[in-house]
């Protein structure tokens, strides 16, 4: 574990307000998913879990399939599509659209992926200002943080704290009712909403056979950013894509009722091109961009791809003892929780932080109330494997590099490199068929061996280079 | 480029080639209830009233719409089943709206946003909206209060209902919105607070 990780649990350990905050909100998210998946709310559950599963599975093992069909319903509806390996990538797609258009403002729905890719950061050292939409990512954005939680991000902030955020940022008189506080954020985002010229949102769900990007949310902020503004982009990871629309009738089901405890969230957008001859509003123009950003990384696996079925509901989050201890900003990336111990080390390499996929007590919970049914403690113990393969070839390493760093120091040092070489000649070993294959017992350590296994060293000459040189 | 690198890569690691086939994708999972059009009624009526929406059934929509509106600016979409219930006519509402600033500045401005929807789902209390040159999606959205006034006969069941009748929304239209309650959010501290950026109240209107 690095010292950070460690040092960000603690402080998130010994502050009892953010310990409350963390555990009330998290239990009241859990209490209400247990209700609404309960057999008297929703009886065929366990079969919708089954048959999520089942989509996400095919989908995701042919992904360049329907990749390529999502594209092409796009495209014949009006929209285009493009495909961005990494960050910069996307931040250049979105700046030369902004530049083209002359474009300052952006306002943005909540987004995972946007944040995985720093985009608000990127746009604004452009030169253009990309507002937050979402109430909770909006605070987040006045107080200059990551969210916390996947679904609520700004859960570890109490009204007072959004008081001093919005006195501070926005100067406003203070004011520590939610509602009223709702009312100042509504007040300067709709301006916002009606000036911004780019609207950029994610995206729940991608389905190929309508180039449709689905959006779920409970605001309004999405579909006024995917409304207002004449141009909408939705940036999306590639394994969002799902065959069919009529695959949504089991995704929808799961997905509010996992997240919040909701049948369905307030507004569930399925948005499929600009808008269509004689419609009064709605964007001119619709971009969907296809990121990578790792994702492809973890395809090849059998197990650990199940990690790309992830709907970002947060169940597990809440669900999870360790996730209600150490809270969301104590995780090493944006993905937090018993998803993000999953996800962040196949993105960023299991060495980015080594003691992540052990920040779990392998309980379960987890798994058992993730709605398409992904093994995370299955792929947590492949991850710690990894993690071990990998801290063993870092110490074989670190042995090679001494034997290394031996090596250069004597070569600087003339005489002791000679003694050494003599010293070297005498106890080097007969060698069989011109190559020195084994070495005697106080030398055949199992690094020698090792190193030998793959190498051929030559016999010891009878006398050294620089005895040649002097006797010339 | 990005794209046939990306899709490469995904092939790659998938051991697939181009343009391979695929295999059948797991059936749809459709399960339509029978519910009778009374019991529809009764759920959607519950179902809104537990989301702290307005709903009623009435023989006169005019009637109840001009109450719900007496004092207040409203504007109505170009939805033809507006027209003809008359709501389109009453005192302070303006509808027939076709250019965008105009639609803009109305809806940024009137009190009440009044739509009709294309079909309803009794089991969740949702509207659903298609947009379209009748149907403008920022009357249901930039107002403070939406009214939706529904046909019985477009109260369905529920999701399953809606996507066999529509299995494939974007050959209908650009938009389909679903909308179930208020706005709403619990972003500080868990606290519900109605009417974020869309409507914080919703009544339907049952005909």
Same mark, same amino acid.
């Given at each position: 574990?690095?010292?950070?990780?460690?040092?960000?649990?603690?402080?998130?350990?010994?502050?009892?307000?953010?310990?409350?905050?963390?555990?009330?909100?998290?239990?009241?998210?859990?209490?209400?998913?247990?209700?609404?998946?309960?057999?008297?709310?929703?009886?065929?559950?366990?079969?919708?879990?089954?048959?999520?599963?089942?989509?996400?599975?095919?989908?995701?093992?042919?992904?360049?399939?329907?990749?390529?069909?999502?594209?092409?319903?796009?495209?014949?509806?009006?929209?285009?599509?493009?495909?961005?390996?990494?960050?910069?990538?996307?931040?250049?797609?979105?700046?030369?659209?902004?530049?083209?258009?002359?474009?300052?403002?952006?306002?943005?729905?909540?987004?995972?992926?946007?944040?995985?890719?720093?985009?608000?950061?990127?746009?604004?050292?452009?030169?253009?200002?990309?507002?937050?939409?979402?109430?909770?990512?909006?605070?987040?954005?006045?107080?200059?943080?990551?969210?916390?939680?996947?679904?609520?991000?700004?859960?570890?902030?109490?009204?007072?704290?959004?008081?001093?955020?919005?006195?501070?940022?926005?100067?406003?008189?203070?004011?520590?009712?939610?509602?009223?506080?709702?009312?100042?954020?509504?007040?300067?985002?709709?301006?916002?909403?009606?000036?911004?010229?780019?609207?950029?949102?994610?995206?729940?769900?991608?389905?190929?056979?309508?180039?449709?990007?689905?959006?779920?949310?409970?605001?309004?902020?999405?579909?006024?950013?995917?409304?207002?503004?004449?141009?909408?982009?939705?940036?999306?990871?590639?394994?969002?894509?799902?065959?069919?629309?009529?695959?949504?009738?089991?995704?929808?089901?799961?997905?509010?009722?996992?997240?919040?405890?909701?049948?369905?969230?307030?507004?569930?957008?399925?948005?499929?091109?600009?808008?269509?001859?004689?419609?009064?509003?709605?964007?001119?123009?619709?971009?969907?961009?296809?990121?990578?950003?790792?994702?492809?990384?973890?395809?090849?696996?059998?197990?650990?791809?199940?990690?790309?079925?992830?709907?970002?509901?947060?169940?597990?989050?809440?669900?999870?003892? =360790? /996730?209600?201890?150490?809270?969301? +900003?104590?995780?090493?990336?944006?993905?937090? *929780?018993? @998803? !993000? #111990?999953?996800?962040? %080390?196949?993105?960023?390499?299991?060495?980015?932080?080594?003691?992540?996929?052990?920040?779990?007590?392998?309980?379960?919970?987890?798994?058992?109330?993730?709605?398409?049914?992904?093994?995370?403690?299955?792929?947590?113990?492949?991850?710690?494997?990894?993690?071990?393969?990998?801290?063993?070839?870092?110490?074989?390493?670190?042995?090679?590099?001494?034997?290394?760093? =031996? /090596?250069?120091?004597?070569?600087? +040092?003339?005489?002791?490199?000679?003694?050494? *070489?003599? @010293? !070297? #000649?005498?106890?080097? %070993?007969?060698?069989?068929?011109?190559?020195?294959?084994?070495?005697?017992?106080?030398?055949?350590?199992?690094?020698?061996?090792?190193?030998?296994?793959?190498?051929?060293?030559?016999?010891?000459?009878?006398?050294?280079?620089?005895?040649?040189?002097?006797?010339? | 480029?990005?794209?046939?690198?990306?899709?490469?890569?995904?092939?790659?690691?998938?051991?697939?080639?181009?343009?391979?086939?695929?295999?059948?994708?797991?059936?749809?999972?459709?399960?339509?209830?029978?519910?009778?059009?009374?019991?529809?009624?009764?759920?959607?009526?519950?179902?809104?009233?537990?989301?702290?929406?307005?709903?009623?059934?009435?023989?006169?929509?005019?009637?109840?719409?001009?109450?719900?509106?007496?004092?207040?600016?409203?504007?109505?979409?170009?939805?033809?089943?507006?027209?003809?219930?008359?709501?389109?006519?009453?005192?302070?509402?303006?509808?027939?709206?076709?250019?965008?600033?105009?639609?803009?500045?109305?809806?940024?401005?009137?009190?009440?946003?009044?739509?009709?929807?294309?079909?309803?789902?009794?089991?969740?209390?949702?509207?659903?909206?298609?947009?379209?040159?009748?149907?403008?999606?920022?009357?249901?959205?930039?107002?403070?209060?939406?009214?939706?006034?529904?046909?019985?006969?477009?109260?369905?069941?529920?999701?399953?209902?809606?996507?066999?009748?529509?299995?494939?929304?974007?050959?209908?239209?650009?938009?389909?919105?679903?909308?179930?309650?208020?706005?709403?959010?619990?972003?500080?501290?868990?606290?519900?607070?109605?009417?974020?950026?869309?409507?914080?109240?919703?009544?339907?209107?049952?005909?």
């Amino acid at each position: 574990m690095s010292i950070e990780f460690d040092a960000k649990i603690h402080a998130t350990l010994e502050d009892a307000n953010l310990q409350l905050a963390i555990y009330t909100a998290t239990g009241r998210l859990k209490e209400k998913r247990i209700e609404a998946v309960s057999s008297e709310a929703l009886p065929d559950y366990q079969e919708l879990r089954t048959q999520a599963n089942a989509i996400k599975k095919h989908a995701i093992e042919n992904l360049d399939h329907y990749l390529e069909e999502f594209e092409r319903n796009v495209e014949a509806r009006g929209g285009k599509v493009a495909y961005c390996k990494d960050a910069t990538e996307v931040s250049d797609f979105v700046l030369s659209i902004a530049k083209e258009r002359g474009s300052r403002l952006i306002v943005k729905s909540k987004s995972m992926t946007t944040e995985e890719v720093d985009l608000n950061e990127r746009l604004e050292h452009h030169g253009l200002e990309s507002v937050e939409t979402d109430l909770g990512e909006y605070i987040l954005q006045l107080a200059h943080e990551k969210p916390y939680h996947i679904v609520a991000p700004a859960l570890h902030k109490t009204r007072y704290d959004v008081a001093g955020i919005f006195t501070n940022s926005l100067h406003v008189p203070t004011e520590t009712v939610p509602e009223k506080q709702t009312a100042i954020a509504r007040a300067v985002l709709r301006q916002k909403f009606l000036d911004a010229d780019i609207g950029i949102s994610g995206a729940n769900f991608l389905v190929a056979d309508s180039g449709a990007v689905v959006l779920v949310e409970n605001e309004g902020n999405a579909r006024l950013t995917t409304t207002a503004p004449k141009i909408h982009i939705a940036v999306a990871g590639i394994e969002k894509v799902i065959p069919r629309a009529q695959d949504l009738v089991t995704f929808l089901k799961l997905l509010a009722r996992s997240a919040t405890g909701q049948l369905l969230s307030v507004y569930t957008s399925f948005l499929a091109g600009p808008r269509r001859p004689g419609e009064v509003d709605g964007p001119d123009e619709f971009y969907v961009v296809l990121l990578d950003n790792g994702r492809t990384k973890l395809l090849p696996d059998r197990t650990k791809r199940q990690s790309l079925y992830c709907i970002r509901c947060g169940a597990c989050l809440n669900t999870c003892p =360790v /996730y209600r201890k150490i809270g969301g +900003h104590s995780f090493p990336w944006v993905y937090s *929780g018993p @998803i !993000g #111990a999953i996800i962040t %080390p196949q993105f960023m390499g299991v060495s980015h932080e080594p003691g992540l996929p052990f920040a779990s007590s392998l309980c379960g919970a987890c798994g058992e109330v993730c709605p398409v049914k992904i093994d995370i403690p299955r792929v947590l113990l492949e991850l710690r494997s990894d993690v071990k393969k990998s801290e063993a070839r870092e110490k074989q390493n670190r042995l090679e590099r001494l034997a290394f760093r =031996v /090596y250069a120091w004597l070569m600087t +040092h003339p005489r002791l490199y000679e003694m050494a *070489g003599r @010293i !070297g #000649a005498s106890m080097a %070993p007969d060698s069989e068929g011109g190559w020195i294959r084994n070495v005697p017992a106080p030398m055949n350590l199992p690094p020698v061996r090792a190193w030998l296994s793959q190498r051929d060293l030559p016999p010891s000459p009878n006398k050294s280079f620089r005895e040649m040189w002097r006797q010339r | 480029m990005s794209r046939d690198n990306i899709l490469y890569r995904v092939r790659t690691a998938l051991g697939r080639s181009a343009g391979q086939a695929v295999d059948d994708a797991p059936p749809v999972r459709i399960r339509i209830p029978l519910v009778d059009r009374e019991a529809r009624i009764a759920g959607m009526i519950a179902r809104v009233e537990a989301l702290a929406g307005l709903a009623c059934c009435a023989a006169d929509p005019r009637a109840v719409v001009a109450r719900a509106i007496a004092g207040k600016t409203a504007v109505a979409s170009n939805a033809p089943y507006l027209s003809e219930c008359g709501i389109t006519s009453l005192p302070g509402v303006r509808s027939g709206i076709t250019g965008l600033e105009e639609l803009r500045s109305l809806c940024a401005s009137c009190d009440v946003g009044i739509t009709s929807a294309d079909y309803a789902l009794a089991d969740t209390g949702t509207l659903v909206m298609l947009a379209s040159p009748r149907e403008a999606r920022l009357v249901s959205l930039l107002p403070p209060a939406h009214i939706a006034v529904v046909p019985r006969e477009r109260i369905l069941t529920g999701l399953d209902e809606l996507f066999s009748i529509l299995p494939r929304p974007a050959e209908q239209t650009s938009s389909m919105v679903l909308i179930t309650g208020p706005s709403r959010t619990a972003d500080i501290e868990q606290i519900l607070v109605r009417g974020v950026h869309g409507p914080g109240q919703i009544s339907v209107v049952i005909v």
